[in-house]
């Protein structure tokens, strides 16, 4: 079975929306694209040189794809070239509901979550989530993820596409490596840590004071 891994660029705030330039992803007025090249750290270059070593496939939300099909395979400059070579190489499932073309060399179309999953079991390269924040909650909910690579930069965005959004469902995760690179980006891994346990039946539940009962009527009613 294939390891899939989400790869995340996020602020303080938990934005990781068009974190690569000013055009990349507008939606819904987001006015701050490209904000990782303007607090670039490169202490963040090591993960990433694990990350994106040897083989590997891309699980892609189709908006990710269109972003990264309508640049890789025409980055020529020195710098981009390694990269859009391996992109090229790479399989790209491309996780959508709609039919448009994949035209970029080695795209697949996956329909939804059941083939992530057929695809995951194959065997074949582990598979890597670039961007595709839209994809996260229904592939944690599956329990599809392996391993979270969060690479958490000290700046807040205010607003944006998040990882943890609605549908995001409720579990625990287990740290498994993290550092602090010198600039103060936190790079932390997580696996999948089970179900979150229930409240503690030593700790007991209701009002200890009038007060407290009375805050308790005004949520029933809607009034606090």
Not at 153 to 161: N, R
Not at 188 to 203: I, M, V
Request: charged fraction near 25%; proline fraction near 8%.
């Amino acid at each position: 079975m294939r390891k899939l891994t989400g790869a995340v660029f996020q602020s303080l705030d938990g934005v990781m929306q068009a974190p690569g330039g000013p055009e990349e992803d507008p939606t819904g007025g987001f006015d701050e694209g490209g904000w990782l090249f303007k607090i670039w750290d490169p202490g963040i270059e090591e993960t990433l040189s694990s990350l994106f070593s040897g083989d590997y496939d891309l699980l892609l939300g189709r908006r990710t794809y269109d972003i990264f099909a309508a640049f890789w395979p025409y980055a020529e400059e020195p710098e981009n070239k390694p990269m859009s070579e391996a992109f090229d190489r790479a399989n790209k499932f491309v996780l959508t509901r709609g039919q448009q073309p994949l035209e970029w060399l080695n795209s697949h179309r996956l329909a939804g979550i059941e083939d992530v999953a057929n695809i995951k079991a194959r065997e074949g390269a582990d598979i890597i989530i670039q961007g595709s924040s839209t994809i996260y909650p229904d592939l944690l909910a599956a329990g599809l993820i392996d391993e979270l690579v969060l690479m958490t930069f000290p700046v807040t965005l205010g607003s944006g596409k998040r990882l943890f959004g609605d549908g995001s469902p409720v579990d625990r995760l287990e740290m498994t490596q993290h550092r602090v690179t010198d600039k103060g980006t936190v790079i932390a891994t997580y696996r999948p840590g089970g179900e979150l346990p229930p409240y503690p039946p030593q700790r007991p539940i209701g009002a200890k004071s009038e007060r407290e009962a009375q805050r308790q009527r005004k949520i029933a009613a809607g009034e606090w």
